[in-house]
């Protein structure tokens, strides 16, 4: 079992920065990679950021790529989220994720453990 707490959430004016942590206890965290999702009000869960097992190669969706940076520190077992230039449609709840599949993932479906979410709410 891996249990994910995700903290840094909170309320922003669009151009503002936050940054998400993602604290990860239980199984051996770098046997995982890592991704953060979200979702907003009445939409489905989506992909956001990935990140390989040893923090060398990451991932990113369309809407996010070149604002969004994830990282992660195998010692602190903790996933970071770095979130510049926040557009009120940044605006969801965020989860962390775990995966122990072979290859980065973008689905739902890949990722075995799931951190509780915590909201962003960027204001026009």
């Known amino acids: 079992q891996v249990q994910l707490l995700e903290s840094g959430g909170g309320l922003v004016q669009a151009g503002g920065s936050l940054r998400l942590s993602c604290a990860a206890s239980g199984r051996a965290f770098r046997g995982y990679d890592m991704a953060w999702f979200r979702q907003a009000p009445g939409k489905e869960r989506e992909f956001v950021a990935v990140?390989?097992?040893?923090?060398?190669?990451?991932r990113y969706a369309d809407s996010v790529k070149g604002r969004f940076t994830i990282s992660r520190d195998n010692v602190e077992n903790t996933v970071y989220l770095q979130m510049n230039s926040l557009k009120p449609e940044d605006t969801a709840v965020y989860y962390c994720?775990?995966?122990?599949?072979?290859?980065?993932?973008?689905?739902?479906?890949?990722?075995?453990?799931w951190g509780q979410g915590t909201q962003v709410t960027v204001s026009s």
């Open positions: 994720a775990a995966s122990a599949e072979v290859g980065l993932a973008f689905t739902e479906g890949a990722y075995d453990y």
């Open positions: 990140i390989n097992r040893s923090g060398v190669v990451t």
